[in-house]
């Protein structure tokens, strides 16, 4: 395994049971170098050899962005026991996420104490990992919306520089552009990679420290004919055009 893996570019969120996502993403390292699956989904690849879906080319990388059905209870030691079991198997993890909110209704210190908690149950992770052994990357999931909630997760970049943020609660592309520039601001992380945004004009926004985003149902849409076939062959220009947009800061540079 390579030292201190970071996804780039596309990484194709998958359910590894589904025929579509075999069809279109399994042994495709050409289109797809790094897919995502959720940790309740993560069991599967415990089940199964990586072979199954994943050439020798591909990364996989298992995050915790999950509804709350599927995190609250979960402990540390959960975590820690499923990422044991595919060592070998997993290249990265987002671990930890235990932020459940409805930011509306909730205090400042009602926020505060979630963000505590996960970076806590975080930090947690990647001490019990290392005293293991485990050869896996982890990527610390940076929480929250306001600068000072970025400032609480700070003690994450003693996991690594390199971090996760979740796009998939913001619906509006302004909104996503001034939380990512924030994150980007307060941290400096050295690359972010953003969890569920697809979406060309979305990513047009985002900071250069953004190298790597997630999505999956734009892009299966963009690849299936009438007939409701999916053609992996339509996926370089699904893909590339995303790309470009994410890029788009080095063309505004070159007019300089």
């Known amino acids: 395994m390579q030292d201190d893996p970071f996804p780039r570019d596309f990484v194709a969120k998958i359910q590894p049971s589904h025929s579509t996502d075999q069809k279109v993403y399994g042994h495709n390292p050409e289109h797809t170098e790094w897919v995502t699956c959720k940790f309740h989904r993560s069991k599967w690849f415990v089940n199964h050899p ?51 909110y409805d930011y509306e209704y909730m205090s400042r210190r009602e926020v505060a104490k979630e963000i505590e908690d996960s970076v806590h149950r975080q930090l947690t992770i990647y001490d019990r990992l290392r005293e293991r052994g485990i050869d896996i990357t982890v990527i610390p999931a940076f929480l929250g919306w306001e600068d000072w909630h970025f400032e609480r997760c700070r ?31 307060v941290i400096s992380p050295s690359h972010i990679f953003v969890n569920g ?60």
């Open 155 to 185: 003690p994450l970049l003693e996991i690594n520089r390199s971090v996760a943020f979740d796009t998939t609660q913001i619906n509006s592309k302004y909104d996503k552009q001034e939380q990512l520039d924030s994150l980007d601001e």
């Open 50 to 100: 990586r072979k199954a879906f994943l050439s020798p080319d591909q990364k996989l990388l298992v995050t915790t962005y999950e509804q709350d059905k599927h995190i609250v209870g979960r402990t540390p030691s959960k975590e820690v026991e499923r990422y044991t079991e595919l060592e070998g198997i997993v290249d990265a993890v987002v671990p930890g996420d235990r932020f459940t």
């Open 197 to 256: 945004t697809v979406a060309p004009s979305h990513l047009r926004l985002m900071p250069k420290s953004v190298v790597a985003f997630s999505g999956k149902v734009s892009i299966l849409k963009e690849i299936r004919d009438t007939d409701g076939v999916h053609h992996r062959d339509r996926l370089s220009e699904s893909i590339e055009k995303r790309i470009t947009e994410i890029n788009h800061w080095q063309s505004k540079l070159a007019q300089f």
